[in-house]
């Protein structure tokens, strides 16, 4: 490879010179682009193992080194020293915000708390026991039915108003979604509050009694948003990003991301953590269940352990995993059963061959799930948790593709292994 091209050889000798192209930091990246109408072929890379899929200046993942970085600034910088909505200020504009610039973002995000009120209306069409992902992102994508005045993706006021609007209400829809299933009334969003007590607030307040906010459960909520905010091109945030390249309104676009991230391989695992967890029991079961995760035949997986661009150490798990003590110690629930056998798993897997052979080390959905038990939020909420924070980061990458200059369609190619041309044969004639 010379410095800025790539020369690929054909089997009949053809070459063609590919771009490279260099980004601030991480590997270079060749430039296919042409591939198809030069040679006529395309590339193969099913689950986009070696395949970028878009110029991106928002996060950086360093697998290997165990690196995470939002605009620059690692994870475990901002973890310290800042708070969700300062870091959605980052994600979204590209630096620290000013004090004034703080505050001013801060005041929108509070004042764009409430829903129209037709939509709660909707809540009651579910049934009962409607899982709250399913609600959560049937009531987003049916955003676009009621706020019109943002749909102009090619309007940067409209974009705007749109940021500010989703960010600010995914937790009002959320605790709506929870207070559904409880059975308890809605909650109006209190504006006084910060992001993280008005969620808490809207979860867990009822009409009969007071409620006081936990400090320490409104910090611990507000760090797991800060390290769920942003992984660049994952599964949930190349949805979005896919979804809005055809020109859909941007809560579809959101909504198609929240229905991705559902999924056990992806935010759904820290759910499936809980109940997996629940499932072993007991530490005497332990070796059971990683004989079943290593087992070909058995589709059985130790959820939270494994990612698919870390291959050291998953950089959001090791800041959770002190927090979860430190909750888990603040609230009394130090000798927490499940969490003794969350430590106690994450012992033998990590001494483990298969693991150490594989790379599978405890992911950021293995102790999130035991942070949320001890607030006392259900399981069934785990992801709908995980959105909240993480559509921050869908909406900073929506931002940046609807405005990138060399923006098209996501439109990938296949290889078609189906059957060849042949003729139709009349339903009489087929046997
Ligand atoms: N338990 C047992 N074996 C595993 C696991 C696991 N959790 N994860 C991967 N493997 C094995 C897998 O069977 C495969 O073995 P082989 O090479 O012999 O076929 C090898 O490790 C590589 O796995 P893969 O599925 O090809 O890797 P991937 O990069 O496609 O998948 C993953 C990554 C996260 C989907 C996967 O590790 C997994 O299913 N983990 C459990 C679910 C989970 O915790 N997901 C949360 C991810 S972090 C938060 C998020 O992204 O939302």
């Known amino acids: 490879m010379s410095k800025d091209v790539y020369t690929l050889t054909s089997p009949d000798g053809k070459t063609m010179e590919l771009p490279v192209r260099r980004g601030t930091v991480g590997p270079d990246v060749i430039g296919i682009g042409r591939l198809f109408a030069e040679q006529g072929v395309f590339t193969y890379d099913p689950g986009f193992m070696s395949t970028g899929s878009c110029d991106s200046s928002i996060t950086f993942i360093d697998g290997d080194a165990g690196v995470l970085m939002y605009r620059g600034y690692p994870v475990e910088q901002l973890a310290k020293h800042s708070n969700f909505i300062e870091v959605a200020y980052l994600l979204l504009y590209g630096d620290l915000p000013t004090a004034a610039e703080l505050l001013e973002f801060d005041t929108s995000i509070r004042r764009h708390t409430m829903l129209n009120e037709g939509m709660l209306r909707f809540f009651n069409g579910f049934r009962y026991d409607a899982h709250p992902m399913a609600v959560l992102s049937a009531v987003v994508g049916s955003m676009s039915a009621y706020y019109h005045d943002t749909m102009d993706i090619h309007n940067p006021d409209a974009r705007e108003v749109f940021t500010h609007r989703i960010i600010a209400k995914l937790p009002t829809i959320a605790a709506a979604a929870h207070k559904l299933t409880a059975g308890q009334p ?5 504006n006084d509050l910060n992001y993280t007590e008005n969620l808490l607030h809207m979860l867990f307040a009822v009409p009969a009694e007071d409620y006081e906010i936990n400090q320490v459960a409104a910090e611990a909520l507000d760090l797991l948003f800060i390290l769920h905010a942003d992984h660049e091109q994952n599964c949930s945030t190349s949805t979005v990003r896919m979804a809005g390249s055809s020109g859909a309104n941007p809560y579809s676009a959101i909504a198609a991301g929240i229905s991705a991230l559902w ?8 759910e499936a953590v809980l109940k997996m967890l629940e499932e072993i029991g007991d ?5 059971k269940y990683v004989a079943k995760a ?7 997986r130790l959820m939270g352990f494994g990612h698919r661009v870390y291959k050291n150490f998953d950089p959001r798990a ?4 002190d927090m979860c003590h430190r909750v888990l110690e603040k609230m009394g629930r130090v000798d927490s059963p499940l969490f003794e056998l969350a430590l106690k798993l994450e ?12 790379n599978l080390y405890p992911n950021v959905d ?6 949320y038990r001890a607030l006392g939020i259900p399981t069934s909420m785990f992801t709908v948790m995980f959105a ?7 909406v900073a990458h929506w931002r940046e593709m609807i405005t990138d200059p060399h923006g098209r369609i996501s439109r990938p190619r296949q290889v078609y292994s189906g059957a060849p041309q042949r003729d139709y044969v009349a339903v009489e004639k087929r046997g």
């Open 388 to 394: 909240i924070g993480r559509t921050v980061g869908w």
């Open 283 to 287: 530490a005497k079961n332990i070796s």
């Open 294 to 300: 290593k087992d070909k035949d058995d589709s059985f």
């Open 318 to 321: 090791t800041i959770i995993r």
């Open 347 to 358: 012992q033998v897997a990590l001494n483990d061959e298969y693991f150490i052979e594989k």
């Open 263 to 270: 999924g056990p391989a992806h935010g759904g695992a820290n």
């Open 366 to 371: 293995f102790y999130s799930g035991i942070i």
């Open 186 to 190: 809605y909650r109006y969003p209190r």
